[in-house]
């Protein structure tokens, strides 16, 4: 194998090049589309032979290699530097156990090539949600739910998982219901076998294995065979290839629930029915149960009321007729189908419907150790993360490997322990909670949410921060507080936020009728103002979707977040013009308006939930041809792209077009090479750009950058403390340079003290 100079690596806790400059990485997840097969294309949407899913192919996924050079060269303008590359295990071994799709793989190595022209780094991310397509998400394969005695075909009867491809109405899949699939039967059941099957279900043995080894060693097998594939290549590691990320945002299951006939204390999703683990066991093996319905309101989750599910009999466990020869596996003697597995193992009598061990998932088998969610990151998912990081480093031992634990739980004690290795990165998620299950920009108040769930607070309604202002800080906060929780666990490296993001189709899709995004930008603005406050090492924004549609949106589970849309007017190269600018000003935005009114500017739990609701936040509002930039001026944003020295601290202030950088620079007797920064002309346009720096020289320059054009700042300073000050063109959403609105922004822009040079 032949491969590049190494063009990125650690030091501490930030990335450096090969100049020894330090690196942000300025990035995007390519992307969402590619949970889902190309041929048949069948995004959630798309009933037509769902269950057919040996038989499908991921080729041209996230893009056809034709149409690769367009998206890479916009992602490149737009100022992205680095690609999370999303895959899924379905992908590889959609058509059984070790049969891989070459042609899959064929397509990956061509795309990454692509990409190769256009200075990319990529870290690859073998994705799941909710264990697969086939209960609700995203990953895995048909057969694994096979291999596992369970029948996809029967999760929506039972609700062992809820499936827009199987929804009576698609178009009507309740938002955001597809993460509630975590606590329902068949993901619970997925998970408890993938991380602790040999704890917790040891008479589940196929070919020979446990069905936790058997699943893990498929699944990392997979993930191998690409690995081998993409070393075999020859040309694509290090340059684009830098790393390979562990599994996307792994659960637990059942394991550690204490009481399977309540919800846990921490579950804080609540959203449509909401079973006990103990109700969903009932369910899924054909028993009527009344359960509890809730909804999501201003102060979180809510009990709504109750609703009677009845599969009448028919179960989500695969029948003793079952053709069990198909993938060629031999299941053990003593694991029967027909029967639930925890009934197998006496969790309950189905005789009886009675509940026998309540507890059975709370203690460690092993020793008798109490499990919390700690103690499953530290001894459930810990030895995966080994077991996958040594496979990786065995095909690349010099891979970075973007380290995820479980969403927003804390992170596992490795920091000096052998695990504490010096190539990985933190990779935690964030997404604003409050805006993502009501698709509203709520400018008065928000919620605290990782302080509550470290127990910062009293009670919840301590957490609530009120203004714009207080939202903004709130969110910094919250990030940094991610960050140095992650350092106290696993000790001192870079922390890359490797999903983050705003839904686009928020108050009822009025962005879409009105060409208003003020929304959109004032959320993904505050999004990105927290992580360059927070003094992260970067992120990859989610998400970048070449299919998204103001109908279905990115066309998986209802989700809309994709920066590009094909509905949406193609943002212009270089500054705004008058036909380019299609947003409308902040105050006609619904939720700026209904959250400024009088009623909701005293905020009380009462009214909390009233700024949120549909009637108060949705517009009767139609244009003609309204299409507008999909909120570009918030995420086509300046960002340092290498740094001679630290970073003290960067970011962007998007109201006053400015763009500041401080950073401590190293002592040298040569020049070295210049700080580099990505300043967009959609802000900075020529001639109409001040900058202020402390000391040395600087240039800007519209220049062609691998593939696409950029206009770069760069700036050759001394050592010791050094800032640089870039201020653009101000101007109100909904002007454009040129007009005589935004003249007038300009001249009290230039009152400022920001003539142009």
Known sequence: MTTSPVRLRIDGRTFRDAENREVILHGINCAADAKFPATPNQPSHVSDNFFDGDNVSFVNRPFSLQDAATHFSRLRSWGYNTIRYVFTWEAIEHAGPGKYDEEWIDHTIAILRR?????????????????????????????????????????AVTEAALVQNTYPDPSTFPKMIWATNYTRMACQVMFTLFFGGRDFAPKAV??????????????????????????????????????????????????????ITVIPSEQKLQKGTSPTAWQAILTGSGRACEIATWDFGGMGPYK??????????????????????????????????????????????PATDTCLKKDYFAKDPKNGATITYEYFTNNYWLPHYRKYSKMVKSVFPDSLMFFQPPVLEIPPSIKGTEDDD??????????????????????????????????????????????????????????????????????????IFTEIGIPYDMDDKYAYRTGNY?????????????????????????????????YWGDQWNGED?????????????????????????????????????????????????????AERMSSSRTEGDVRGLRAAEAFIRPTPIAVRGDISSYGFDLKNCTFKLALVAPSSTTEGAPTL???????????????????????????????AIQQILRWWHAEGDQTITVKGVIRKAGSAIGTDEDEGYLQQCQKQNCAVM
């Not at 993409?230 to 299951?253: C, F, K, M």
């Not at 190269?573 to 105050?587: E, K, V, W």
Request: glycine share 8%.
């Open 561 to 613: 977040l994709s920066i590009f849309s094909l509905d949406d007017k193609p943002v212009p190269a270089g500054a705004f013009s008058p036909a380019d600018s299609r947003a409308s000003l902040d105050m006609e935005s619904p939720s700026f308006s209904r959250a400024h009114s009088t009623d909701t500017l005293s905020v009380t739990p009462s009214n909390l939930r009233k700024t949120i609701t």
């Open 422 to 495: 010096p190539n990985i990165i933190f990779s935690p998620h964030f997404y604003d909670g409050i805006t993502l299950l009501t698709k509203k920009w709520n400018r008065v108040w928000n919620i605290d949410v990782f302080g509550v769930l470290r127990g910062k607070y009293l009670t919840p309604a301590f957490a609530i921060k009120i203004g714009e202002t207080a939202i903004r800080n709130c969110f910094a906060s919250q990030l940094r507080a991610i960050r140095e929780e992650g350092t106290q666990y696993t000790g001192l490296h870079p922390c």
């Open 206 to 259: 196929i070919d020979g294995k446990n069905i936790q080894d058997y699943l893990q060693d498929h699944y990392i097998g997979a993930c191998e065979h690409l690995a081998k594939r993409i070393n075999q290549a020859g040309d694509l590691w290090h340059d684009p290839i830098v790393g390979w990320e562990s599994l996307n945002e792994p659960n637990r299951g059942l394991i550690s629930f204490q009481d």
């Open 518 to 550: 003020s929304s959109q930008i004032a959320a993904l603005d505050a999004n990105h103002f927290a992580l360059e406050a927070s003094a992260a090492n970067g992120f990859t924004l989610w998400t970048y979707v070449v299919t998204n549609s103001h």
């Open 677 to 707: 920064c990505y300043l967009p002309e959609f802000h900075f346009p020529y001639g109409q750009t001040n900058v202020e720096v402390s000391g040395g020289k600087w240039t800007i320059s519209s220049e062609e950058s691998n593939g």
């Open 115 to 155: 990409a190769k022209e256009y200075g990319f780094y990529i870290f690859m991310d073998p994705h799941q949600d909710v264990w697969s397509r086939f209960s609700g998400g995203s990953g895995a394969p048909l057969w694994t739910i096979y291999a596992c005695g369970l029948d996809p075909e029967y999760f």
């Open 304 to 349: 709504s009321g109750t609703a009677l599910i009845d599969p009448e009999g028919k179960t989500a466990w695969l029948s003793p007729d079952y053709d069990d020869t198909k993938y060629g596996w031999k299941r053990d003697p003593g694991w029967q189908l027909g029967e639930c597995l925890w009934a197998k193992h006496g969790v309950w009598d």
